[in-house]
């Protein structure tokens, strides 16, 4: 038995063993592949400030792929905080550099990836995952809607980062918020992270490919309809506080094609919102989310 004052080491939790690094570069580092170098490190502040700063200086590959163990400063939209504890969940960031594709389409990277995340887990992890406008991932648990994933995703040198920050095998005791979930809680059928952390960027490297090859048209590339199919946000009443303390409630009817999501409101109008802060207010999950 430890004594409680021993120091932590990486093998503490048996049930939170460290990902293998060298079989995630085996699997994913193909010399016509996206991913280019693959990384793991104990701790880090922040992923996609490590890589942020990376690409600002210039030369850094695409497909660098940045994963930490434990984060502890890990950033979510609005300057949010996120945090779990060691190996509990994926905490990742990459560097992609979209090139020909249109600056004005780059808005769709945080939705493609809710997309390739979403759609990988639901086959790796067996279970119900669905994307909360713009960048949110969420699982059922006891009937209810929970926060398992966020999406980051910023301008960076000549490209963009995205991060994603997902809780796996979370207990009950440990999650931050009332509103949070995990794989785990949520009766994964794994909750083995490499196998998760393959998934998602095995998928990730297969819709980006897609939609740039498409010269990033979220349409044409099946990108659009993808995500309004696995939206829970869309024909629920919502609230949407917006930049400058403004605030629009509507039914969520649309996904246009820049991305942004089409309140209906009372007034009859109907209006597009590219950046805010989304709450469900009704809808067949019910509650507040």
């Not at 950033?75 to 249109?102: E, K, Y």
Request: net charge negative; hydrophobic share 45%; charged share 20%.
């Amino acid at each position: 038995m430890t004594p409680p004052d021993a120091p932590h080491n990486r093998w503490s939790d048996l049930d939170r063993p460290p990902l293998d690094v060298a079989a995630l570069r085996r699997g994913l580092l193909k010399p016509d592949g996206l991913w280019s170098s693959l990384d793991v490190v104990e701790a880090t502040g922040s992923t996609n400030s490590d890589l942020a700063a990376r690409a600002a200086g210039g030369g850094l590959a695409e497909g660098t792929v940045l994963v930490a163990e434990e984060q502890t400063a890990g950033r979510g939209r609005l300057d949010r905080s996120w945090s779990a504890p060691p190996r509990s969940g994926l905490f990742f960031s990459v560097h992609l550099t979209p090139g020909h594709v249109p600056a004005e389409r780059w808005g769709w990277l945080p939705l493609l990836a809710g997309v390739a995340a979403a759609t990988a887990l639901a086959q790796s992890a067996g279970v119900d995952m669905a994307l909360k406008w713009p960048n949110d991932l969420l699982v059922t648990i006891a009937g209810e809607e929970r926060k398992t994933g966020g999406i980051l995703a910023e301008r960076a040198g000549e490209g963009v980062v995205i991060g994603i920050g997902l809780n796996v095998s979370l207990r009950a005791a440990e999650l931050p918020a009332p509103h949070a979930g995990s794989l785990g809680l949520a009766g994964a059928v794994s909750t083995d992270r490499d196998t998760l952390l393959r998934a998602v960027l095995r998928s990730l490297e297969q819709w980006y490919g897609q939609w740039r090859d498409a010269d990033g048209d979220a349409a044409g590339c099946g990108l659009q309809a993808a995500y309004a199919a696995g939206c829970a946000t869309l024909d629920r009443t919502v609230r949407a506080e917006l930049p400058g303390d403004r605030s629009v409630v509507g039914e969520a009817v649309a996904i246009d094609g820049d991305g942004r999501l089409v309140l209906a409101t009372a007034d009859g109008l109907q209006e597009p919102v590219s950046a805010g802060d989304i709450v469900h207010l009704r809808g067949e999950a019910g509650g507040l989310t």
